[in-house]
């Protein structure tokens, strides 16, 4: 398999606040990666290292066989954050607009064809808010702007989508139903990285765990996370695996 993430004896801290020790994996494409830890844990700062974002302080990353930090091609990621479902963007730009600016790495200063316009369209028609595309991205709830942003990502073609906490504040049924649509998209061959608060979901979507409280639990394929006791290890006497069935 083609290594998309590797990462070597990281290291990273805030000041003398370590939030990532000693962390080695590797990240092959195809995979569907379920990063879980405790609240505090380094999960997020752990991604942001992945994709480069942050520089380790020892030890080495390669993004796609180069390293990190000097990874150019950007349009090959597709990062959702945490407040990607928050209201509190304000640009007044359409659900087409947002999507059409997965295309602009492509076209550098160049107007963009309609071949780019017909992989804007199929973006939307792929996440299912094809009616949605006049729309204010401000008016949509927090599922569907997680859709719109995914959509920018795929007419970007990303071959990584890496998305932290991505359903925090959508209801239930969104939820079950963006699930359904990261299971599709990495059935396309698209690798996927993902923070999720429920247990129950990540195993029960992710053929990858990778279980982090500053250091790494566990890293390996999901039978053999639930069959050790990396969950109580990283979360203490709290954690608990829900199985989750769709």
């Known amino acids: ?31 569907f990666l379920g990063l879980i830890g405790p609240n505090g844990s380094g999960k997020t700062t752990l991604l942001h290292l992945m994709l480069g974002l942050h520089s380790p302080d020892s030890g080495s990353i390669e993004l796609f066989g180069e390293p990190a930090s000097a990874f150019s091609e950007g349009e090959r990621i597709g990062y959702v954050s945490q407040q990607a479902t928050s209201r509190g963007e304000t640009m007044p730009v359409t659900v087409r607009e947002v999507v059409t600016m997965g295309r602009f ?40 702007r997680q859709r719109a942003f995914i959509a920018r990502a795929l007419a970007s073609e990303a071959d990584l989508l890496a998305l932290d ?65 990396a969950l109580t290890e990283a979360y203490g006497t709290t954690g608990h695996v829900v199985e989750h069935h769709h």
């Not at 290594?3 to 494409?29: C, I, K, W």
């Not at 990261?182 to 608060?197: A, F, W």
């Open 1 to 31: 398999m083609t290594a998309v993430v590797s990462l070597e004896n990281v290291t990273f801290a805030y000041g003398e606040q370590p939030a990532v020790r000693d962390v080695s994996l590797t990240v092959d494409q195809g995979d």
């Open 105 to 144: 790495a492509h076209s550098g200063h160049n107007r963009l064809t309609e071949a780019d316009h017909d992989i804007v369209t199929d973006a939307l028609e792929t996440v299912g808010i094809t009616a949605l595309a006049d729309r204010q991205i401000t008016q949509l709830s927090g599922g569907q």
């Open 165 to 229: 906490e991505p359903t925090v504040g959508v209801d239930a049924e969104s939820r079950d139903e963006f699930y359904r649509l990261l299971d599709s998209l990495n059935d396309s061959g698209i690798t996927i990285i993902l923070i999720e608060h429920d247990i129950g979901v990540v195993t029960d979507r992710a053929n990858r765990i990778a279980c982090l409280n500053t250091e790494l639990y566990h890293h390996g394929d999901t039978e053999s996370f639930v069959e050790s006791d």
